[in-house]
């Protein structure tokens, strides 16, 4: 079992619908969870980060976790074109200063 | 304030030579991760650096090694290069453990 499982996509979703994206962890003690967005031959831009149960809210962007079912997901409200992109899922190992990545959701949006 | 910044950003060596990448984090940033991102793998872990200190290692042979000077900056050196090294190399900087920003990252290309 991976360590951090992503759906792979791709994910087509229509301008100004929501979009949601999930990811799984396999490690219990993780204490840390982030979103990235790549775009094409960009590096990760962080845009969600999240340390307790529950849900985060900054802007069109909503990340959800919860511990119990080992569940990290990122909702992205009134999507956009430019929202088109890779979203990566890291998790911080606990004890280990590294971050784990899932293999990433492409997203498209559609006008 | 100025973001983590990476030089070279493109690199084209030849299969046996070494090649070494340089990373300078947000000011104030002590811990510095590196990572290789290729089409097959993904994201992966190599080292992770905090006051010039090696924390942590990702499962990458001994041709990979890295560094941190006293000022945070960090390089990361491939010896012996190989066709499969070729990749994005991406730097990361974090407070301590927190949240992480990526550098642009260099492209090397191994011919």
């Known amino acids: 079992q991976k360590e951090v499982e992503q759906n792979s996509g791709p994910l087509s979703v229509p301008e100004g619908a929501i979009a949601s994206l999930n990811c799984t962890y396999s490690?219990?003690?993780?204490?840390?969870f982030f979103w990235y967005r790549q775009y094409s031959g960009k590096s990760p831009e962080l845009i969600m980060f999240?340390?307790?149960?529950g849900d985060k809210e900054d802007g069109r962007f909503t990340a959800q976790l919860n511990k119990a079912s080992q569940y990290v997901s990122l909702l992205i409200r009134d999507s956009q074109p430019s929202d088109s992109a890779t979203y990566l899922c890291?998790?911080?190992?606990?004890?280990?200063?590294?971050?784990?990545f899932g293999q990433g959701t492409r997203l498209t949006i559609n006008p | 304030k100025a973001g983590v910044t990476q030089t070279p950003r493109y690199l084209i060596k030849t299969r046996g030579q070494q090649v070494t990448l340089s990373c300078s984090p947000i000011?104030?940033?002590?811990?510095v991760s590196w990572y290789q991102q290729t089409p097959g793998q993904g994201l992966q872990f190599l080292f992770e650096?905090?006051?010039?200190?090696?924390?942590n290692k990702g499962n990458f042979p001994g041709r990979f090694s890295g560094r941190q000077f006293s000022n945070s900056r960090s390089e990361m050196n491939v010896s012996t290069l190989e066709l499969g090294d070729s990749a994005l190399y991406l730097c990361?900087?974090?407070?301590?453990?927190?949240?992480?920003?990526f550098g642009q990252g260099t492209r090397l290309t191994v011919v």
């Open positions: 990361a900087s974090s407070f301590d453990n927190t949240e992480a920003f």
């Open positions: 490690d219990r003690g993780s204490q840390s």
């Open positions: 999240i340390y307790s149960n």
């Open positions: 890291a998790v911080n190992i606990q004890g280990a200063q590294k971050l784990v």
């Open positions: 000011s104030g940033h002590r811990s």
């Open positions: 650096y905090f006051s010039e200190t090696q924390r």
